[in-house]
């Protein structure tokens, strides 16, 4: 297959899911949650437009011509996870638009890959012998595997004689200055939110001034409080509050989340850690600490170096890469 074949091929598979009649999304909206059911029909939603973004025909171009054609062609293998919905989707375009065959040990918790495959192999029937899914990965010559830092040790060891991208648990944080409006607190929420707080690049944590007051930013986040009719996401925070209560610590409390100081990066479902900074040098130190944990960074209208805008840490670009590791580059230099 050409480079511009591949990038038809892509670019089409996205035309067909924005394209998608509303008897159809409402189809893979229902595959999905018979599977997991985190995968809301707005979980799900977010995660397809997320994809239409990556697949457009300009963008796919500009992306990769910026690196050199692979040598060879390999058999990489990809280990996908399945906490949010087709969060394996942008290593499977990696391999296939970089000219590489995949062998794919699918997550158990994500029907979606499947469907995208099989689209994408009705689109371009070349694919079909690019795309292997397998219960075992020992084949591959080159492996990527996203998992938990339990499940990192058992890759890194296993595939520690091959090319890999092994990553590790990752989150995200918040830095709010005190002095945001209403409406831009209300843009965090997306980050927070979004996904019911399953993602690496979801918000688990937010520093915050010294005297900075919760009572704004828990009256932002109103509009969001419908998570809580969801009986998963309810019973985390059921379950958390009474943890909460019993041991005596203190938090706020909105009626869907629980907010509660902390140094830890990575807060339960239904709850948002916090930590106060004196000053900036001092804010600095605090991420500092983060750096090897933290997926990425928000702040308002994205003032802080490297960060992300409020509301934009679930909209990533195609070249936007997990735990900061090139995977086009890696992928072409094999």
């Keep these: ?37 985190w995968f809301t029909p707005a979980s799900v939603q977010t995660a397809l437009d997320g994809i239409v973004l990556f697949l457009k025909k300009e963008t796919l171009q500009t992306w990769i011509s910026r ?28 391999v296939l638009i970089s000219g590489h065959r995949a062998l794919i040990k699918l997550s158990s918790q994500d029907a979606l890959i499947e469907v995208m495959i099989k689209w994408l192999i009705e689109i371009e029937p070349d694919f079909a012998d ?23 040790r058992y890759f890194e060891y296993y595939f520690r004689n091959k090319p890999n991208i092994i990553r590790k648990n990752r989150s995200s944080c918040a830095i709010i200055m005190g002095e945001e409006p209403s ?9 927070v939110f979004t996904y019911f707080g399953l993602g690496c690049r979801n918000v688990a944590k937010v520093f915050v001034p010294e005297e900075y007051s919760f009572n704004g930013l828990l009256d932002a986040w109103a509009p969001y409080n419908d998570i809580i009719n969801h009986h998963k996401y309810a019973n985390n925070y059921d379950y958390q509050k009474s943890i909460l209560l019993v041991n005596q610590t203190p938090f706020f409390d909105n009626g ?58 679930q909209q990533p670009e195609v070249w936007d890469y997990a735990d900061d590791v090139d995977t086009m580059k890696f992928l072409t230099s094999i």
């Design 256 to 313: 869907f989340v629980l907010l509660t100081e902390s140094s830890n990066l990575v807060s339960p479902i239904s709850v948002l850690f916090y930590e106060r900074y004196l000053d900036q040098q001092d804010l600095q130190k605090k991420l500092q600490s983060h750096a090897d944990k933290l997926q990425c960074i928000v702040s308002a209208n994205g003032w802080y170096t490297d960060s992300v805008p409020f509301g934009k840490a």
């Design 1 to 37: 297959m050409t480079l511009e074949q591949r990038i038809n091929a892509f670019s089409a598979l996205g035309n067909r899911i924005s394209s998608l009649s509303k008897a159809e999304r409402e189809q893979v909206h229902q595959h999905a949650s018979l599977t997991n059911g």
């Design 183 to 191: 409406a831009t607190l209300a843009e965090l929420g997306k980050d």
């Design 130 to 152: 690019k795309i292997t899914i397998a219960e075992r990965l020992n084949a591959a010559e080159v492996m990527i595997a996203t998992g938990s830092d339990n499940t990192s």
């Design 67 to 94: 690196y050199p054609t692979p040598a060879s062609e390999k058999l990489v293998g990809i280990a996908m996870a399945g906490n949010i919905p087709l969060v394996g989707f942008h290593d499977l375009l990696c």
